[in-house]
């Protein structure tokens, strides 16, 4: 079984400031990773994955992701954190070559990012 | 331009009626697949279907079930809606194409509360 912790409920940052949002997973096989954003009142948008290759992953809005194996975890991060930027953020992971592409994500809790001006 | 439609944006229902929430994609997407998400804790999926196979999670319960007249609607009906079945409900998109990079097209969700 895959599952994905996301230990802090809220980040609060100061604008302008780097932010960091933990996230570790637990799978057998490889992990395909991926983050996702919800603003309020909104459904969940994709903001990058982690496949292969390259640790360090970029995505929308200027956030990127570093994957470590070796502490099994994928944190996303920003290098200065904008007040839009404020919203919920979800680590979700995909066991790779399980059962293919149309097996749903499994998601962490989700973590409040507070980004104050 | 919205491409995952759920409608209604809220909905109201009371204790044991039987309730459907409906989602639309305008994606031609494979594989629609249904979320519950409550409040603090992580969305966890109900069931998917890809084109018209049924994918039901062991832990989904019978009193959610779901329908997929054709590649563009998906619906998800609760038999009897219990108060611990208010939560958020989530559809979701993706092409299918057994390739396990693929990301997920969302609605914005319909808020079910139950009375």
């Known amino acids: 079984a895959q599952s994905v912790a996301q230990p802090e409920d809220q980040v609060n940052v100061a604008e302008g400031n780097p932010l960091t949002v933990k996230c570790t997973y637990s799978?057998?096989?490889?992990?395909?990773l991926f983050w996702y954003v919800q603003y309020p009142n909104r459904g969940l948008q994709f903001l990058l994955k982690?496949?292969?290759?390259?640790?360090l992953v970029k995505g929308s809005y200027g956030f990127e992701a570093e994957f470590n194996k070796s502490q099994t975890s994928f944190h996303l991060k920003k290098p200065s954190a904008l007040v839009s930027d404020s919203a919920l953020y979800f680590c979700?992971?995909?066991?790779?070559?399980?059962?293919?592409?149309?097996?749903?994500?499994?998601f962490g809790k989700g973590t409040h990012l507070i980004i104050q001006p | 331009d919205a491409m995952v439609i759920q409608n209604p944006r809220y909905q109201v229902t009371q204790f044991g009626k039987p309730v459907t929430l409906s989602c639309s994609q305008t994606?031609?997407?494979?594989?629609m697949y249904w979320y519950q998400q409550k409040s603090s804790q992580a969305p966890k999926l109900l069931f998917h279907y890809y084109d018209k196979d049924f994918n039901n999670e062991a832990d989904t319960p019978d009193n959610f079930q779901s329908r997929r007249p054709n590649t563009s609607f998906c619906f998800l009906d609760i038999r009897s809606p219990g108060l611990g079945d208010a939560a958020m409900y989530l559809c979701a998109t993706s092409r299918g194409d057994r390739a396990t990079n693929e990301k997920l097209f969302f609605g914005s969700g319909t808020q079910l509360s139950v009375l």
């Open positions: 994606l031609n997407h494979n594989v």
């Open positions: 799978v057998s096989g490889n992990p395909y």
């Open positions: 979700a992971v995909r066991e790779g070559g399980s059962g293919g592409g149309a097996d749903g994500l499994t």
């Open positions: 982690y496949i292969t290759g390259d640790n």
